[in-house]
């Protein structure tokens, strides 16, 4: 099988956050942002299995400040690691503030498992590491995946 480089599947999802996604507050619902964390995710490991990808866990997400109503939100996602059938990706979700031009960032790492036509794991290609915070990424996700399959024991 041949490899992918990590740009192949990188995605980048920008929304204008609007009062339907808001509290009472104004801010914008963090299940929302996690929604479009996963989304931004999964497309970018489903552009290098080029196969349906589940989700199989996402290790943590912490909100350092409110997005609002009015912020533009990003979301940008690529593959960091890649197991026999399942692939961690790196979301960076940024909210600014269009009028002042501030922007916030958090970043999280989803995995997700490929899926063959019959909804089994099936073999993803290899990741191609190209500079060396690609090789960097991967070692940490390397060692991300050997904990979370440790505390799964």
Not at 9 to 15: F, H, K, N
Not at 88 to 104: D, Q
Not at 125 to 130: G, N, Q
Not at 136 to 152: C, D, K, M, S, Y
Request: proline letters at 3%.
């Amino acid at each position: 099988m041949e490899g992918k480089r990590v740009s192949e599947s990188r995605v980048t999802l920008t929304q204008v956050m609007n009062v339907t996604e808001a509290n009472l507050l104004g801010n914008v619902h963090g299940g929302l942002l996690m929604k479009l964390c996963d989304e931004a995710g999964g497309m970018a490991a489903a552009k290098h299995a080029r196969r349906p990808a589940v989700t199989v866990t996402v290790d943590s997400m912490t909100f350092h400040s409110p997005v609002n109503i009015g912020d533009l939100a990003t979301f940008t996602a690529e593959v960091t690691w890649v197991g026999r059938s399942s692939m961690e990706t790196r979301v960076v979700a940024t909210a600014e503030k269009v009028l002042t031009g501030n922007v916030t960032h958090t970043t999280a790492y989803f995995v997700y498992v490929a899926l063959d036509e019959h909804g089994r794991p099936t073999r993803v290609p290899p990741l191609i590491l190209e500079t060396d915070a690609e090789r960097r990424r991967f070692a940490e996700g390397a060692a991300r995946q050997q904990q979370r399959l440790h505390q799964r024991r």
